[in-house]
């Protein structure tokens, strides 16, 4: 059965309960059914969304080890049918067979089971990716559901979600802090993390905002001194692949609390096309530390959310050949080439989609290796920032950050 999303996400909680119970034959209990808290919906919709990422991952590694068992197989094939050619006897081999007859039979019947295997395994990637974008979906609804009975909550009940134990729940919901001193803060979410610290938010973690001209999403924001930073893309174990065409980094991937990129789309609705300050954050494999703090400009798709640069900004990054207004960066993946090298495909040549320019200077979404590779070209492949450790030494952890400039009055 399908419930509304306007009747409560806490009935769907008891409506389950009591279905099981009817189906195991005992009566639903006499006492009032308890309803789910928003906590409870909120931390059963986020354990339901990371299973469907490591339902994900078993199926990939399921279908990887069956391939290339299959591979073996196939090339088995070859030697054992020589193998039984050997061992035939002198009649048999008066009357050769074709190459597939001579294979064993059950070497047949295991590659058959292989593939009806692989076929099944295909069917249940495809249930999980489907259900997994259905959770996601509900997952936005809970929250906008959560962020309007907050809105329309009593003073007392007001009061209640602004403890501070309430403020820790995962994932985060961004809550004016005084709706009685700005009314206009009821109709709508903030705009970027540098609103939530304007409003008196000091805590990190993972709030709703919505940006203008654009739909609700969750960000991962740092709070500091100096204001409230959106994390937009996140290194440090290797376990999401960064290797990924132009739509994936044009919406995002990964997860927040985790490794991932919050999707160039979403970057430029948070600027709004006024700038911003990018804050950059390495991390070798010897503990040592770099950060780095720039203005920037990104565009929208028409340029290719192409990255402006001031030339000091530029040069300081190793850039060459910069003309007095600046450098212009265009983003590049391996099936959309727009970087400034015309006889190579930056994001082919290295790995992952960035701002390349002349493929030397930097790549924070190159290939994750767990330890130092020997080889040098196998190196310049992995995640490099040139003016720091040299575009031949892969770091072990990176973050991106970025925080508007120009912040739009409250309307």
């Known amino acids: 059965m399908r419930c509304a999303p306007s009747a409560g996400a806490a009935l769907v909680l ?26 409870e919906v909120n931390v059963l919709a986020h354990g339901l969304l990371q299973l469907g990422h490591g339902l994900r991952e078993h199926v990939d590694r399921t279908r990887g080890q069956l391939g290339a068992l299959e591979r073996r197989l196939e090339a088995c094939g070859a030697a054992c049918g020589q193998a039984a050619g050997i061992t035939a006897s002198p009649h048999a081999s008066a009357n050769p067979v074709p190459d597939d007859k001579a294979v064993p039979e059950t070497l047949r019947n295991l590659q058959t089971q292989l593939r009806a295997q ?10 999980v990716a489907q259900q997994q974008r259905h959770l996601e979906k509900q997952h936005l609804r809970i929250q906008n559901l959560q962020s309007q009975v907050g809105l329309l909550a009593t003073p007392h009940l007001d009061h209640e979600v602004a403890k501070p134990a309430r403020r820790k729940r995962l994932p985060k919901m961004a809550q004016p802090v005084d709706p009685a001193q700005n009314a206009s803060h009821l ?3 903030p705009r970027d993390c540098q609103e939530l610290f304007e409003e008196g938010e000091r805590q990190s973690g993972l709030f709703q ?37 132009w739509e994936a980094y044009k919406a995002g991937f990964g997860d927040p609390q985790g490794e991932f990129w919050l999707g160039l789309e979403k970057v430029h609705r948070i600027t ?6 990018l804050a950059v954050q390495l991390q070798d494999w010897e503990g040592n530390a770099e950060s780095l703090q720039f203005p920037v400009h990104l565009g929208g798709e028409d340029t ?5 640069l001031t030339a000091p900004v530029a040069s300081k990054l190793g850039a060459t050949a910069i003309a007095p207004s600046g450098l212009s960066l265009p983003f590049s993946t391996w099936d959309q080439d727009h970087d400034l090298r015309g006889d190579k495909n930056c994001a082919k040549t290295l790995s992952g989609g960035w701002w390349f320019g002349t493929c030397s200077h930097s790549n924070l979404n190159g290939q994750y290796f767990h330890s130092i590779p020997r080889q040098r070209q196998q ?23 970025i925080q508007p400039t120009v912040v739009a009055s409250t309307s």
């Open 209 to 245: 905002i919505q940006p203008q001209g654009s739909p609700p999403f969750l960000v991962n924001c740092k709070m500091s001194s100096d204001g409230g930073w959106t994390v937009i893309q996140r290194r440090q174990d290797g376990s999401v692949d960064f290797d990924r065409p």
């Open 187 to 189: 109709h709508r979410l």
């Open 118 to 127: 692989n076929s099944r395994i295909e069917q249940l990637f495809q249930k």
């Open 304 to 308: 290719a959310y192409s990255l402006q």
């Open 379 to 401: 190196r310049k492949k992995g995640i490099f920032w040139k003016t720091w450790r040299g575009r031949y030494y892969p770091l072990q952890a990176t973050t991106i950050l």
């Open 14 to 39: 008891c409506a389950a309960t009591a279905g099981l119970l009817r189906a195991e034959g005992r009566p639903a209990p006499p006492e009032p059914p308890r309803f789910a808290s928003w906590d």
């Open 272 to 277: 709004g096309g006024h700038g911003g300050r």
